[in-house]
């Protein structure tokens, strides 16, 4: 059984997930409900919870973040509850955190609930520190620039710049996220997410890639369109996105 706490200043809010929580989550329990962070801090001391279901604005213009930040580490599941529909999503899009919308449904729930589920598994050990994730979100959110995002592992969060990333490359339902220097990395989120989550200078060029576009030193269209970046890599521009190019390249 899955123990989660739900914590939301408005009363009628938190007893309404509770209720929809075990109606039609099967094997989550609701162990739980905080109307403040002092009282939300203390619960999950007390109770130490696979999951915190947390309303992100609170009483008095605190918010939700507070609470997470005044903990030393975050060993438990994390899913925001929010009327927030610009910024504050691409943020936890960015870095992979879950979220449900205010008022919220049935079918959203079920769905987070289920990928929670699947991260914890019955006799999982709890899971690692999330507290980097998170923070990377809160920055995002409180800047409005996404300039970082987070990529979870298997052994834990990777925290990635998006300034040292040259271009991402489609590999079926994963992406390969290739850097200035160093090694690809390989993520489980596909490309068209991140052309959703990441800054404005980059730019989808074809079905296959995404490229930073403070990386281009040259559009060719000897033997094809191509962009060459910096590092000397050489990317495809399709005829789709011949025009998104040659419209970027015209603003810089």
Not at 225 to 246: A, M, Y
Request: aromatic share 8%; charged share 30%.
């Amino acid at each position: 059984m899955i123990r989660a706490i739900v914590i939301d200043d408005e009363l009628l809010a938190r007893e309404n997930l509770k209720l929809l929580i075990e109606e039609f989550c099967e094997g989550v329990q609701v162990v739980g409900l905080a109307g403040n962070i002092k009282h939300g801090a203390e619960l999950i001391e007390s109770t130490q919870p696979d999951v915190v279901f947390l309303d992100i604005r609170m009483p008095s213009g605190a918010e939700g973040f507070d609470l997470l930040d005044s903990l030393s580490e975050i060993n438990f599941e994390v899913v925001f509850v929010t009327a927030f529909k610009d910024y504050a999503i691409q943020a936890f899009k960015a870095n992979a955190i879950d979220y449900i919308l205010k008022p919220v449904e049935i079918e959203e729930l079920q769905e987070t609930v289920g990928k929670i589920k699947d991260r914890i598994g019955v006799d999982q050990e709890k899971h690692h520190d999330v507290k980097p994730q998170i923070n990377s979100a809160f920055d995002s959110i409180r800047s409005k620039k996404i300039d970082r995002i987070t990529v979870p592992q298997r052994n834990g969060i990777k925290v990635l710049e998006t300034k040292n990333i040259s271009h991402l490359e489609s590999k079926g339902n994963y992406t390969i996220i290739h850097f200035k220097t160093g090694e690809p990395f390989l993520d489980s989120r596909t490309l068209k997410v991140y052309q959703e989550i990441l800054p404005d200078d980059f730019i989808r060029v074809h079905n296959s890639h995404v490229v930073n576009g403070e990386e281009i030193m040259e559009y060719t269209m000897e033997d094809g369109h191509s962009l060459i970046l910096r590092n000397g890599d050489l990317i495809p521009v399709s005829r789709t996105f011949q025009k998104t190019v040659k419209d970027y390249l015209a603003r810089i």
